[in-house]
């Protein structure tokens, strides 16, 4: 069992803390504040309103404030990390650190708040008194005994989640690891003798939870530095949490504990392990060595005499990291988004368990590339998730979520789970908000999706999650030779389902040649040549099986350049009547969505074109379910400077003046003035009712290289280029498409094609009402 990747150094560290703004956080105002207007409204005099409100019903403080999103971090800095008691202000780059981890994988606004003393009614009035500023509690970094008081006594009189991740954070994801290594062991909880090796807040939470999933009082053996915690033993070190799990036995010593046992948990120090006591454990022993930053015997050490066993660590740089992260995010997202009054037992164990299944999951390929391509399955070293599973967010909320509402703790029940979970993966992910509607959409009318270069894994990771989603037929274009070793090799074990097409395979290509000769004869290509690059190029194979009917709609892109594929597709796939092809770029962050058009075809498009692109544009706008407000772009605003390049953009907006369109539409305008509201307010006559989500360029050089600057440098994220106007549903990925990329292009796709079949049923339905007539 190999290191991963190369520790950092010291100096590495400071550097990440001191460079740019010292620390790790700051505060962005969620309102805008460019206004005298503004500034009055968010703080005297109209702040003065809600505080009202909120005066007549305290409740009204979710609505009114960021209460319902705002977790405390607290500490005292009295047991940092496995560095002691460094103090109060020692602690801050931890609990900062932890505030940010709330943000990144959770969407939770998190501050951190040092409490200097060591005294707990002390640090118990502090936080008592200061409780109604937030939604939650997490304690962190208190030194046991003291950290059980302290937790306790707040639980008993906030009325709000207050929860000890050093405790039950561990203990949660220890079970987790623990249920999956019980399954492959075929071990039931009931019948495990149990180890836990330091009798502090860590290691009596997690024995304390494993208990209540089944373990038994006299199967655990709870040890701490002088061995084990046994009934009648009365030294100074004992205290009334270690007492409640001693056992009567006649065994003292760690090694005797572990003679026989079948579970290892270590939070305690390094080196507190021999081989010696590894060697003495029962078959295919589990062994969780927890201690930070070092564990109590390095996995290397565990495998050079029991290669039987089940390993994790609480390090990153080896397999099974018992990992904090992927539990008090997610915990406490569930917690307050059902504004719970507390995070019980209940809730940790739906946690651990819902944790555990998802490693049973098969790990998507994003996971993988964060992990320098490492393959992941469920297995003797992939038992517990990795923290950048995209998929714990909609997963670990909703268990927790339920588990307070089955237990009445929950204060705003949630009605409709599946409208939770969308809600969930928009918070992890800017573009699912975006595809929710279309993906909704999709699981109600599944479609066929011809994916063109079916041989490339990731192509063939995203036609497996097309099937299993539910959005429809997956076919994948390439060799069936090489697709089935890909497959093998990347483990997916129920591929044989999932349809193969190529050439070879086709009966008879006659009618594939015939349509590819009708579309090329006229284009500088025999018969011959047609049949040539049906039987040899996939993207024309590809195009003229969508041609044919026999899919629904095609992606392409990931291993061929954009232009090319472009040209092929267009060879065989003509242009829908009177409209023009182009490409679309979606731009999403800070919670904006933006349409930008053309990115990819019309180099210098006239007044006419820029007017169909603006129509066509809104009307992808609108399907994705926004409410276009097009701006026409230039270098000038309103006719200043007044200079003859800018007179297309000026007549469009002539000619679309002279059209029936239903959406706000101006121009021509710099894109400050289209994106900035107070800069619009320059031109009280300007059209548009907010900032623009729809900006048409002027020309393909700015439209690309303003979309390119934008995905290079923004803190968003990018779908797309989209093709609009073809005449069947076909999109191009770009080569560095992760999967998700690959699913979002082959499910807008998918959707032009229901679309498509809807207004032909409309029109045929049309038609037969006419004739009855």
Not at 225 to 233: E, N, P
């Amino acid at each position: 069992m190999a290191k991963e990747k190369e520790p950092i150094t010291d100096q590495e560290a400071l550097d990440f803390h001191f460079q740019g703004k010292p620390g790790k956080l700051e505060i962005s105002p969620t309102k805008p504040l460019m206004t005298q207007r503004d500034l009055s409204l968010a703080y005297s005099p109209g702040v003065a309103v809600p505080c009202i409100e909120i005066h007549k019903d305290p409740t009204k403080a979710y609505d009114y404030t960021a209460k319902g999103n705002f977790v405390a971090v607290i500490s005292n800095g009295t047991a940092v990390l496995g560095l002691g008691n460094l103090g109060a202000l020692a602690s801050k780059p931890v609990m900062e650190g932890k505030s940010v981890l709330f943000k990144r994988f959770a969407d939770i606004d998190g501050i951190d708040i040092e409490v200097n003393t060591a005294d707990v009614d002390e640090f118990v009035n502090c936080v008592k008194y200061l409780g109604p500023s937030w939604g939650g509690i997490n304690l962190e970094d208190i030194a046991a005994p003291e950290c059980f008081i302290i937790e306790q006594r707040l639980r008993e009189i906030m009325d709000i989640p207050v929860f000890h991740d050093d405790q039950h954070g561990t203990a949660i994801i220890c079970a987790a690891g623990l249920i999956n290594a019980a399954h492959l062991t075929g071990r039931k909880f009931s019948d495990m003798k149990i180890v836990v090796n330091g009798a502090g807040s860590a290691g009596i939470a997690c024995l304390e939870l494993i208990k209540k999933m089944g373990v038994k009082d006299s199967n655990a053996y709870l040890c701490d530095k002088s061995g084990i915690i046994y009934q009648g033993r009365n030294d100074k070190t004992m205290n009334q949490w270690k007492s409640a799990h001693a056992i009567k036995t006649d065994k003292r010593t760690l090694l005797d504990a572990m003679t026989g046992a079948d579970v290892f948990l270590g939070l305690s120090v390094k080196g507190a392990v021999t081989k010696e006591m590894v060697k003495a454990m029962a078959k295919n022993p589990i062994i969780f060595t927890m201690a930070n930053p070092d564990p109590e015997i390095r996995p290397e050490e565990v495998m050079e005499v029991r290669k039987d066993a089940i390993i994790a660590t609480g390090r990153s740089d080896y397999p099974n990291q018992v990992n904090n992260v992927m539990g008090f995010p997610y915990i406490f997202r569930g917690a307050l988004d059902v504004r719970a009054s507390e995070i019980n037992d209940e809730m940790k164990i739906a946690a651990a368990e819902a944790l555990a299944e998802l490693a049973r999951e098969e790990v998507p390929e994003e996971v993988s590339a964060a992990y320098s391509g490492r393959h992941m399955e469920f297995g003797s070293e992939y038992i517990i998730p990795t923290p950048f599973d995209p998929r714990l967010i909609t997963t670990i909320p909703i268990a927790v979520a339920e588990a307070a509402m089955a237990t009445k703790v929950a204060r705003k029940p949630i009605k409709n789970i599946s409208a939770y979970r969308m809600e969930l993966a928009a918070r992890r992910d800017p573009t699912a908000g975006s595809m929710n509607m279309i993906f909704g959409k999709l699981r109600n009318n599944p479609q066929r999706v011809i994916f063109s270069e079916g041989e490339d894994e990731r192509v063939i990771r995203a036609a497996v999650q097309w099937r299993d989603h539910g959005y429809g037929k997956p076919i994948l274009v390439g060799r069936v030779d090489k697709i089935k070793e890909t497959m093998r090799r990347m483990r997916i074990k129920d591929g044989n389902d999932i349809e193969i097409a190529n050439a070879s395979l086709v009966k008879d290509l006659e009618p594939y040649i015939d349509h590819a000769y009708s579309r090329l004869q006229r284009k500088g290509f025999l018969r011959r040549d047609c049949a040539r690059v049906v039987k040899n190029d996939r993207n024309i194979f590809s195009a003229t099986m969508l041609a044919l009917g026999l899919g629904d709609a095609l992606i392409t892109g990931v291993t061929r350049n954009y232009n090319v594929c472009m040209q092929d597709i267009r060879r065989i796939i003509p242009d829908k009547h009177n409209q023009l092809v182009f490409g679309v770029t979606i731009m999403i962050a800070q919670g904006k969505t933006v349409f930008i058009s053309d990115t990819t075809v019309h180099e210098l498009p006239t007044a006419e074109e820029l007017t169909k692109i603006a129509v066509m544009t809104a009307d992808k706008a609108q399907q994705m379910g926004h409410d276009p407000r097009v701006a026409f772009l230039s270098f000038s605003t309103f006719g200043n400077p007044m200079r003859e390049k800018a007179q297309r953009v000026r007549d469009a907006i002539t000619l679309m003046d002279g059209m029936n369109v239903t959406f706000e539409y101006d121009g021509e305008m710099s894109a400050d003035v289209a994106l900035n509201k107070d800069m619009m307010a320059l031109y009280p006559f300007c059209r548009l009712s907010a900032p623009a989500n729809v900006l048409i360029m002027p020309a393909l050089h700015s439209a690309h290289i303003s979309s390119k600057m934008l995905q290079e440098l923004g803190d968003g994220v990018t779908i797309g280029p989209i093709i609009i106007g073809l005449d069947k549903p076909a999109q191009i990925a770009q080569m560095n498409s992760t999967v998700s990329d690959i699913i979002n292009l082959a499910a807008i796709a998918a959707i032009d094609a229901i679309e498509a079949k809807e207004k032909k049923s409309g029109d045929s339905k049309q038609a037969k009402k006419k004739t009855v007539r």
